[in-house]
């Protein structure tokens, strides 16, 4: 019973995180019909621009890993993780998708697919082939503990939902209730009649990818302070995990991709505590492929699916 | 797409074009066999009279043609059906993991290769089916998320198997079903030896030819033979009925269905050769490097036969086969070359110098992914047809760009198509550039109509 309120804790704050992830893929797919396959790899950037910051704070300022001030600094440091990846997600666009957004359908998905080994290997250079431990900034405290004195909820799982929460509850406001938000549903629904309506769509196509890697930077810096270590494949990893949540979810739809993404890592826990870790990724990808054949418009579709 | 009029090429002089065009192409053949059969016999010396060329070695070649069998394999799916398969690694992995179990003391079967290989060509093709039955109605993204998923699939599980414990659960009495640890597949430590496929012909080389990597030469004879039968496959297949279904099922799949082609089975038909032919490759590698492990089969390999088509010319025989050796070379011995005398020398110092990690431990080799993907990025966006492209694709790119430039008032119509003829004559067989030249002006539609047809979605 333990076990299983621990796997679902464990389920619970990985699922945020791919949430996080799975949004991204939604709200590009949703308004270019591309599955942007790099995205991932630019949340990957992102633990590893948090591995540097904490690198700065701890071997730089000589500010002691496990101290309040550290804490601190780091979550300062979010914004700034959230414009580096928004900004490389939004170049990425410019530079590789753009160009093809009349062409035929797989022409920016195999732009997409270089795009992610590029940044696969800019990962590379600066992370190195193997895990880097990221300093443990996040002090491990339990908040929660069960009658046997394991724990069960701890101030990292705290920061996770912390982090998550917030950005995920602001995004539906951002989408749902803003001038900008109505400009995005609006794209994604008919990109020309926008144009017509005086909606400037390149640049609604630009903000979409900015808070798209902007989410992605934000789950990299969660990554990177939970797990405590990043690694150069932590996209490719992490990416077929959010592109199965967002499918599940039926993709192109915000709650949905949310939905998905808790469902993904509910059951990912549940896999990697009972059954055994190295199943897990086979279970994941059977659930992607069993969706797509039975349920392509995702689990959680609804009539009307709102789109962004 | 909106193809922008690029700028005319200047015209080639080609000292073949007054040739009759068969007998060119049977010429340019012979040439390319003599010199196949010779080069790896001269390499030791050319290597050694010329060591500031990076000749690539017999091992290289091998896996250049290797990876030439894959890509006419995936160019029948990419680019004669226009599916975007991004596992197509899983039914390689497939064809050598069947060629491992019945040709090894694995499970002690040691069945001749000449018969595995077949074998491992018909399972391949049955998990294309399996695969691609249910899963071929989805659209072209969704099809490529849905293999690569799968090719992932096949590796973890090939993987895994090599340890399972099959234990019911403590509440229905905890017996084991399987296991502890058995061994099915290898696991990591991959199945090792294989048995290389022989020929009993003795020779200087001993009582029989073992085609296996102890033994390279004749190994890239078997592969080049494999190589070219895949070929002639795929030129028949391509000129079959079977072919045209294909590809007008690429251009307009709800046309194509109209006329009376059965979409389904003639996707799945692609799908199913085009992984019969993945199988065929894992058959010769398993065989050939006596040994197999699960984590070589990963989704790299996949997006490298990808990159392969993409660059030689999607839906192009010529240009996937010629991708294949440029695109290996590359990889094998050009950047390892590269990097051993040009630049990892002097970073590496420069590194040691400065105390910098990543310059002390530059290897040219390890990026060699970040190539391939500014590749693909690229030649999506500047080169779609690719290097070596299909004649009708380049027809028609440049078709458009005579179109508009006519309408625009030039003068010279007559000369530009006849370029543009010459340019088609270069690759085809069109026997008179004059008569091109008019039949290219003929088929001068306006422009904004060729540009309501455009290219077809998912060929490119």
């Not at chain 1, 410019?94 to 957004?101: E, F, I, N, V």
């Not at chain 2, 027809?395 to 006849?418: F, M, Q």
Request: proline share 4%; aromatic share 10%.
């Amino acid at each position: 019973m333990e076990e299983l309120a621990k796997a679902l804790t464990i389920g619970l704050n990985n699922g945020l995180i791919i949430a996080l992830i799975a949004i991204g893929y939604t709200l590009v797919y949703g308004i270019l019909e591309l599955i942007n396959f790099a995205h991932a790899d630019v949340f990957m950037l992102g633990t590893a621009f948090t591995f540097y910051v904490t690198e700065v704070i701890v071997r730089v300022l000589g500010i002691p890993a496990g101290s309040g001030l550290a804490l601190l600094l780091t979550f300062a440091s979010l914004p700034l993780v959230m414009i580096f990846t928004a900004v490389i997600n939004a170049s990425i666009e410019r530079t590789a998708y753009r160009p093809l957004r009349n062409a035929p359908r797989l022409a920016p998905l195999i732009s997409a697919i270089g795009m992610s080994f590029v940044l696969q290997n800019v990962g590379l250079v600066l992370l190195g082939p193997s895990q880097k431990a990221v300093e443990p900034v996040l002090p491990r405290t339990d908040i929660l503990t069960f009658p046997n004195g394991a724990s069960w909820f701890g101030l990292d799982e705290l920061m996770v939902l912390a982090v998550t929460i917030p950005l995920l509850l602001g995004l539906r406001w951002f989408v749902g209730s803003t001038r900008q938000g109505k400009a995005m549903r609006a794209t994604a629904q008919d990109r020309e009649a926008s144009g017509l309506m005086g909606i400037d769509v390149n640049r609604t196509i630009s903000l979409t990818f900015l808070i798209a890697g902007a989410l992605a930077g934000a789950a990299g810096l969660v990554v990177a302070l939970y797990y405590g270590q990043t690694f150069f494949q932590y996209g490719f990893q992490f990416g077929l995990l959010s592109f199965t949540a967002a499918v599940l979810g039926g993709i192109g739809n915000l709650t949905g991709a949310a939905m998905g993404g808790i469902v993904i890592g509910l059951i990912g826990a549940l896999s990697d505590r009972f059954l055994e870790a190295k199943w897990t990724s086979v279970i994941v990808f059977t659930i992607l492929i069993l969706v797509l054949i039975f349920r392509p418009t995702g689990l959680l579709a609804e009539k009307q699916s709102e789109r962004a | 797409m909106t193809t922008a009029v690029r700028s005319r090429r200047p015209a080639v002089s080609n000292p073949f074009a007054s040739m009759d065009p068969r007998r060119r192409r049977i010429g340019v053949l012979v040439i390319l066999a003599v010199l196949a059969v010779v080069y790896p016999v001269a390499f030791r010396a050319l290597e050694s009279t010329f060591p500031f060329i990076p000749w690539p070695g017999t091992a290289v070649l091998i896996t250049c043609a290797t990876f030439g069998i894959l890509a006419l394999g995936l160019n029948i799916v990419m680019g004669f059906a226009g599916l975007l398969d991004l596992g197509y690694v899983a039914f390689y992995a497939i064809g050598a993991y069947t060629t491992a179990f019945l040709a090894s003391s694995h499970f002690g079967i040691h069945i001749s290769w000449w018969i595995v290989v077949w074998i491992a060509v018909a399972t391949a093709a049955i998990f294309g089916i399996l695969l691609g039955a249910p899963t071929l109605k989805l659209r072209g993204d969704y099809l490529a998320i849905v293999t690569l998923g799968f090719g992932e699939i096949v590796r973890i599980v090939f993987r895994n198997l090599g340890d399972i414990t099959l234990k019911l659960p403590d509440f229905l009495g905890g017996q084991m079903i399987i296991g502890p640890n058995a061994n099915l597949t290898g696991g990591n430590v991959g199945i090792n030896p294989i048995d290389p496929p022989t020929i009993p012909i003795g020779g200087p080389w001993g009582d029989q030819i073992v085609f296996s990597n102890q033994n390279a030469i004749f190994s890239w004879y078997l592969v080049l033979a494999l190589m070219a039968l895949t070929f002639l496959i795929c030129v028949r297949l391509r000129d079959s009925k079977l072919g045209r279904a294909w590809m007008a099922i690429r251009e307009d799949e709800t046309a194509a269905a109209a006329m009376g082609i059965n979409t389904v089975t003639t996707k799945l038909l692609a799908f199913s050769l085009g992984a019969s032919f993945s199988g065929f490759a894992g058959a010769f590698t398993g065989a050939y490097n006596t040994a197999i492990f699960a984590e070589t089969f990963n989704f790299n390999v996949s997006i490298l036969v990808v990159v392969i088509i993409i660059f030689g010319g999607i839906g192009s025989l010529r240009g996937v086969v010629i991708g294949a050796f440029v695109v290996q070379y590359i990889d094998k011995t050009l950047l390892p070359f590269l990097g051993d005398n040009v630049v990892n020398g002097p970073l590496q110092s420069l590194g040691n110098a400065t105390g910098i990690q990543l310059l002390t431990d530059f290897k040219l080799t390890t990026y060699n992914y970040l190539l391939f993907g500014i590749l693909l990025a690229i030649m999506m966006i500047r080169r779609p047809e690719g290097l070596f492209p299909v004649e009708s694709h380049k027809a028609e790119l440049h078709g458009i760009g005579v179109a508009a430039e006519v309408t625009a008032g030039s003068a010279d119509e007559l000369a530009i198509a006849e370029e543009i003829a010459e340019d088609i004559v270069l690759a085809d067989d069109v026997e008179d550039p004059r008569s091109a030249a008019e039949a290219a002006l003929e088929a001068d539609t306006p422009p904004s109509q060729i540009r309501d047809r455009d290219l077809p979605e998912d060929t490119r």
